[in-house]
């Protein structure tokens, strides 16, 4: 049987009244509301946990601070099985428009907040709310496009949305020069309620009423379990939430690794910018060749790429100690092949599932979620003052999504069958 690399694409025209630039605008501000809740934290970590208590007394570890990210990622995870049926039932615009607006309260909510496990909870209850626009964001995507023409749809979403991670961290230092931490959570309300107001007004409704599902357990039971039997969905799943985890290491442990290891603390900011703006340009350089060469050839490429510069930052500070010259362009490049697998990925796990969209990105942002954030939280926690266990975490974490790719693909990399 062909496959999306194959076949045809079976792409359509993005919805009545929008244009595709707006489109893409609109899908990539509904993802930052994810990605804004994690970046623009990282400048304030410290004065978070300090002001609500966790190094009053406890004797906590830097390490800890991390909490302040994971506690986000978990609640974003899980619930999307939850998020996935309710859309594939309702349509997309109710769901999101509940996410949104509990994603905004829930904001505010945290500003009010000075107990730092309590303040936990609130970020996991922020974190629920935001995955439902996340999902509702990749099945309208669904809707609209497939095969390559999605995945270049896709990077495109990611070219903008990798904007966020560039100016987030300076958005945050520059907040709390004017505002305590309490300011940053502010910005998150104000930016929940730009994105409800411009969907609210702009996007239509792109599930028909004759394509939803009926909401019972039966229906997802069984709509989860195609997405399991699916060969291709269900291995590159669990390669996206293996990989991940890497990112999500480093994001929660990037302000550690600069201001400890390199002594970088004051210029954080600009160095993280510059590691997220190769992988906005990754993102573009793939939207542009994705259609041409094929999401595996460049996934595929992009993996081994990433783990081999993994592997050799680890062994080349084993040998010879950090050195800020060797290790940031290397990472940075590393990094970079995010760019080259995220929509990759997502697009071949997505591609046999258009009956099931919304349930189907539940799925997949659930397991991905989930996973990354698991073996992110436990890399992140090994950090002792050197980037060798960050990369040799990195290392690993790709040579375990090579094999399951080799596994999915039935050995074949590379391959358009």
């Not at 994105?195 to 997802?220: D, F, G, I, K, Y």
């Not at 990759?344 to 599932?353: D, G, K, T």
Request: proline letters at 4%.
């Amino acid at each position: 049987m062909a496959d999306s690399e194959s076949a045809p694409d079976k792409s359509a025209a993005p919805p009545t009244g929008l244009r595709k630039a707006e489109l893409v605008a609109m899908i990539a501000g509904l993802m930052t509301l994810n990605a804004m809740a994690i970046d623009i934290m990282l400048p304030a970590l410290s004065q978070i946990a300090a002001a609500t208590g966790l190094t009053s007394g406890e004797g906590a570890t830097d390490n800890r601070q991390q909490l302040i990210i994971f506690a986000y990622v978990l609640g974003f995870g899980a619930p999307q099985l939850i998020w996935g049926p309710v859309t594939d039932r309702f349509g997309r615009r109710a769901p999101l428009f509940v996410g949104l607006v509990g994603y905004i309260l829930v904001s505010l909510l945290c500003v009010m907040i000075h107990d730092f496990w309590v303040l936990l909870g609130a970020r996991f209850l922020q974190g629920v709310f935001s995955s439902g626009a996340r999902i509702v964001a990749s099945a309208v995507v669904r809707d609209t496009f497939a095969g390559r023409a999605m995945a270049s749809f896709m990077s495109l979403v990611m070219t903008i949305f990798m904007i966020v991670p560039i100016i987030a961290p300076s958005l945050g230092q520059a907040i709390l020069l004017v505002a305590p931490w309490e300011g940053i959570f502010i910005w998150l309300a104000i930016w929940g309620t730009l994105m409800l107001a411009w969907t609210w007004l702009r996007l239509p409704e792109t599930l028909p009423v004759a394509a939803r599902r009926p909401l019972n357990l039966a229906s997802a039971f069984g709509a989860y379990l195609s997405v399991l039997r699916t060969r291709a969905s269900f291995g590159y799943m669990c390669a996206s939430g293996i990989v991940f985890g890497a990112l999500f290491a480093f994001i929660a442990s990037s302000e550690q690794v600069f201001r400890e290891v390199f002594g970088k603390g004051e210029t954080f900011t600009l160095w993280f910018a510059g590691i997220a703006g190769v992988m906005a340009v990754a993102n573009f350089t793939n939207s542009r060749l994705v259609e041409k060469i094929g999401m595996r050839r460049i996934s595929h490429t992009a993996l081994i790429v990433f783990t081999t510069l993994s592997a050799t930052l680890a062994l080349s500070t084993l040998a010879f100690g950090e050195n800020f010259a060797l290790f940031f362009p290397l990472f940075a490049i590393a990094f970079g092949c995010f760019g080259m697998m995220g929509s990759n990925f997502s697009a071949l796990a997505m591609e046999p599932l258009g009956k099931i969209a919304g349930t189907a990105s539940a799925a997949y942002g659930f397991a991905t979620t989930l996973a990354s954030a698991m073996f992110g939280a436990y890399i992140g926690s090994q950090f002792n003052g050197s980037t060798v266990p960050l990369m040799t975490g990195f290392a690993c974490l790709g040579i375990s999504a090579l094999v399951i790719v080799l596994i999915t693909e039935k050995g074949h990399l590379f391959s358009t069958r």
